[in-house]
């Protein structure tokens, strides 16, 4: 089966912009996580989606925002971008099985 | 809060040579625990899990994890490493009242000589 598909790969922007990342889960897959990975803070979860609610939030700004559609397709937005934004983004879906987590390659974005 | 610490940051082994992982988390509930590989240049992939019964789990490629719930810690072992084993392994810990949101460590850089 496919697997979790993050777009784009790479995105370069510029402080003060903003910034939509796509995530499509795997097919049957309800729940879509996102987690932002740097060298200095590691992984650290920001939301969670399941059936196009948010259904746990982690400890970032309110500049990170997401949503999920019907389809379960989720997008992550970060509005007024800052240099400390850059980071890889990741995605993860989970199915029915218990914490069945699969993760995307990521989205590379670089503030600039 | 949760926390998941691993305590080595980078670790240089020589092919052959034996692997453990520090990985420790604070939370006294229940948990389920997790070890993360991510390959250079490739996605994060599950290694192996915990969830309840045996406490000695093993996973893909010769690994296995011990959970010692009395020490909070979930330490990754490999008898004998490879080269492809170079990699950033990512200890994580989601618990019972929050299961979706995965707490990872900070990771370990795992570089092996040939």
């Known amino acids: 089966k496919a697997g979790v598909t993050q777009t784009p790969r790479y995105l370069i922007k510029t402080r003060g912009q ?9 097919s049957g897959h309800r729940s879509v996580s996102w987690y932002q990975q740097t060298p200095g803070q590691g992984l650290q979860f920001l939301f969670e989606y399941f ?7 982690g400890n970032f700004p309110g500049r990170f925002s997401g949503r999920q559609f019907s389809n379960s397709r989720s997008e992550m937005n970060v509005s007024t971008l800052e240099l400390g934004d850059s980071a890889l983004y990741l995605c993860a879906s989970q199915g029915t099985e218990p914490w069945g987590y ?11 | 809060a949760q ?3 691993q305590h080595n940051h ?37 290694l192996l899990k915990y969830f309840s019964g045996d406490p000695l789990v093993k996973g893909i ?9 009395s020490k909070f810690s979930f330490n990754l072992r490999k008898p004998s490493v ?3 084993d170079t990699a950033e392994y990512f ?8 299961a979706s949101k995965i707490i990872f460590g900070s990771g370990t850089r795992l570089s092996i000589r040939p």
């Open chain 1, 51 to 57: 059936s196009e609610t948010q259904r746990n939030k």
């Open chain 2, 61 to 69: 490629k010769g690994f296995e994890a011990e959970f010692i719930k």
């Open chain 1, 102 to 112: 699969t993760f995307g390659s990521g989205t590379r974005l670089t503030v600039v």
């Open chain 2, 10 to 46: 980078h670790v240089i082994l020589s092919e052959a040579a034996s692997l453990e992982l520090g990985c420790n988390y604070s939370y006294g509930g229940t948990v389920n625990l997790f070890w993360y590989v991510q390959y250079p240049g490739q996605h994060l992939q599950l």
């Open chain 2, 3 to 5: 926390s998941v610490s």
């Open chain 1, 18 to 26: 903003q910034v939509t990342l796509s995530c499509s889960p795997i």
């Open chain 2, 82 to 84: 490879q080269w492809s």
């Open chain 2, 91 to 98: 200890c994580a810990v989601t618990v019972y009242s929050s």
